[in-house]
């Protein structure tokens, strides 16, 4: 739910940044748990060049910081090369270019051009001269259905080329220098829903073809940076709308961005640019968002925004480039502006920065005392954690540094931390840890021998005889009989009523208490739950959740077993399905307990425990359902089997019916209203 808002933060953002800064966006950062916080200031908006660039499809700096603005103007296509303070040097390819669409410049100055209209890429050198065409190339090892409309271009240091060529879902065309063809590079995968995902696991070829094809969605821009990695960003339903591709042609970034959003759509990714270092910047054409991550792939801000009219400064229209100088000016183009906006990098922001250099080079300690002011006006944020984390560790100070791991939500580096400080205590206090043993162990013995010699203890023994006659004793040891001896506890169960009405209300009262106790006291290193995040977990969401599906399981079991004879009523199958849950009581105590000593490199112990618990409530309840009704193996089984999905029947059934009933109140609502209305 957290990530639905994120237009609306933007907008209340744009209506909220006139009195928080020079900027008429608000900036954001991300907590540990992926919230947006408001932010200082990371960029704003410094001038608009000084140049027509209407027309304008991409945007490219070279490294001497110069512009190249590919257009198509009112007599045909060119690029125009660009001073960094707005002055026009020279164009290129005019007369020659119909509708450049890409444009790459590589060191040396030479200028590659993607023209969808001409099907070529033209590559000119730094003087502006033609100097050869690149066409599609003529090997069999390229498919005859794959389109040669080159839309995007970039060029690695061993001068391959890498295309984005119009409606080919096949990945990037790679090209050697001389234009032959090499291969296919970084393709999308598609994204199946459950109904396609049943469609192919059920339909046949000949069916398959009658439905529409589940094509990936083609990438719009591309990027590299100076060690030839390659970025590229997809708009529409992806997984991977940004992507650091490695030789391999796999994605190395995660998925934090898909994570902000509801539907990847929504994010509609437009162009993308690397820095010196590594950082990425890219922008969205939906909500003109701009997004800087750094070289992991992890979102360090987010600035910008959008209209549909044309508005103040720094508010774009219709971005389709962006690009960064070397003093990480950034620069956008906007094709429904006409312009080229440039937001300069605010002293917050360069503080951020000085720190993501030091951080990249592992120079931790160095980069303490920045982020040390970047935490000063922004507490929060979970890199400046992170990193400040680090610094700590590297200094051995661990205890500094658990807390700083866990305000950042960093579990890897937070176990280390964790290591080190178990470690240090396990070495400091195992003498006494194994003398205190040997003294309770001596303790018992001299306690028994005086119980035997003497009648000290007599009183506590008749304490205990009184104990086990009591009805409570009676109902904890039946509950202890079950996890020992299943079979015969719950025949007993159906048979002689041993289980009292008040015993089998309360084990589903401890067992959910139980999984409400694990998400507040399981370690934090195990702990998928955020208890302070109360949109991601709630304890009432928590008992109703669970409620339902026993609810459900009750009755279904029992309509199941009417229908096939089994003999069990439905008080039997009630307490038999709560005797069910008692491993979860049992065990859980013992589960989080070791949550808390034991550390991330030994999680296969938490994670075997774990389903240990589940197997053995999923046993008990096949035990369950073939003494309560008497059934065998197989047949207990198929019951469960139809026991799921009678649930599930039952489920959509009432979700129908709600949604019916919900749409006929509107509806006899709306008139009523009407009548109202006409009687007045």
Same mark, same amino acid.
């Given at each position: ?5 994120? *237009? %609306? ?32 200031? %990371? ?18 700096? +070279? ?5 190249? !603005?590919?257009? %198509?103007?009112?007599?045909? +296509? ?111 995968? $598609? ?23 589940? /094509? ?10 100076? @060690? ?33 959003? @509801? ?24 909500? +003109?968002?701009?997004?800087?991550? @750094? ?44 312009? !080229? ?10 503080? /951020? ?72 205590? !396990? ?18 013995? /001299? ?10 203890? @007599? ?40 289980? $009292? ?13 139980? #999984? ?42 029992? %309509? ?37 000593? #034991? ?13 240990? *618990? ?67």
């Amino acid at each position: 739910m957290m990530k639905k808002s994120v *237009i %609306l933060f933007v907008l209340i953002g744009i209506l909220l940044a006139g009195t928080a800064s020079a900027a008429p966006y608000t900036s954001y950062m991300l907590d540990r748990d992926g919230w947006y916080r408001y932010s200082p200031s %990371l960029y704003e908006p410094s001038h608009v060049l000084n140049i027509d660039v209407s027309g304008v499809t991409d945007l490219f700096i +070279g490294a001497d910081d110069t512009l190249y !603005i590919p257009r %198509l103007g009112s007599n045909g +296509g060119e690029v125009l090369v660009v001073s960094p303070d707005g002055e026009l040097l020279r164009t290129v390819g005019q007369g020659t270019l119909k509708r450049p669409n890409g444009v790459f410049v590589d060191d040396e100055g030479t200028i590659y051009v993607a023209d969808p209209t001409l099907f070529e890429v033209l590559v000119f050198s730094a003087d502006g001269e033609l100097v050869r065409r690149i066409s599609r190339p003529q090997s069999p090892l390229m498919s005859a259905k794959s389109p040669f409309v080159p839309l995007k271009v970039v060029v690695d240091l061993q001068k391959n080329m890498y295309i984005l060529s119009e409606g080919n879902v096949d990945g990037m065309i790679q090209l050697d220098e001389n234009g032959e063809f090499l291969g296919y590079f970084g393709a999308n995968t $598609s994204v199946a829903s459950f109904i396609k995902t049943l469609q192919n696991l059920f339909y046949t070829e000949d069916m398959m073809n009658l439905f529409v094809r589940n /094509i990936p969605p083609s990438m719009s821009n591309l990027a590299i940076d100076k @060690d030839g990695l390659v970025y590229a960003t997809t708009k529409g339903d992806t997984a991977e709308p940004l992507k650091k591709i490695n030789i391999a042609g796999k994605n190395l970034f995660p998925d934090h961005l898909t994570y902000l959003f @509801d539907e990847p759509s929504t994010l509609s990714l437009e162009s993308v640019t690397v820095d010196q270092y590594g950082n990425v910047f890219t922008v969205s054409g939906e909500t +003109g968002l701009i997004f800087l991550l @750094d070289s992991l792939g992890d979102i360090v801000g987010i600035f910008g925004a959008r209209s549909y009219l044309p508005g103040e400064m720094g508010i774009s229209m219709n971005p389709v480039g962006i690009a960064v100088n070397s003093q990480q000016t950034v620069y956008l183009a906007d094709k429904g502006l006409g312009t !080229i906006q440039v937001y300069a990098p605010t002293p917050y922001m360069r503080l /951020i920065f000085s720190g993501l250099d030091l951080y990249r080079q592992g120079k931790y300690l160095e980069a303490e005392p920045i982020w040390q002011q970047v935490r000063n006006r922004n507490t929060s944020i979970a890199l400046t954690n992170r990193a400040l984390g680090l610094a700590r560790l590297k200094e051995e100070d661990y205890a500094a540094a658990l807390d700083y791991f866990h305000l950042a939500n960093d579990k890897a580096h937070y176990a280390d931390a964790f290591w080190e400080l178990r470690q240090a205590f !396990i070495m400091r206090h195992s003498t006494t840890a194994i003398a205190l043993a040997a003294a309770l162990v001596l303790l018992r013995t /001299i306690l028994n021998i005086i119980g035997k010699k003497t009648r000290a203890f @007599d009183g506590i023994r008749r304490f205990k005889a009184r104990y086990k006659a009591t009805a409570f004793h009676r109902q904890v040891a039946l509950c202890g009989r079950v996890l020992r001896k299943p079979a015969d506890t719950l025949y007993d169960v159906r048979n002689s009523g041993v289980l $009292s009405p008040v015993t089998a209300l309360a084990l589903p009262v401890l067992a959910v208490g139980m #999984l409400i106790a694990a998400a507040y006291l399981t370690g934090f290193q195990f702990n998928p739950v955020n208890v302070q995040n109360t949109w991601a977990y709630s304890p009432v969401r928590t008992v109703v959740t669970y409620a339902v599906i026993g609810a459900l399981f009750v009755l279904s079991n029992f %309509l199941v077993a009417s229908i096939r004879e089994g003999r069990g009523r439905f008080v039997d199958v009630f307490n038999g399905t709560m005797v069910s849950l008692l491993p979860i009581i049992a065990l859980y105590p013992i589960y989080m307990a070791l949550s808390n000593v #034991l550390s991330l490199q030994e999680v296969f112990v938490l994670d075997f425990f774990r389903v240990f *618990i589940f197997l053995w409530m999923g046993l008990l309840i096949l035990i369950m359902t073939m003494q309560i009704h008497d059934y065998d193996f197989g047949e207990a089984v198929l019951s469960l089997v139809l026991t799921v999905l009678t649930m599930v029947v039952i489920f959509v059934v009432t979700i129908v019916i709600f949604i019916l009933a919900r749409e006929g109140v509107a509806f006899f609502r709306s008139i009523f209203e009407e009548v109202f209305r006409r009687v007045q």
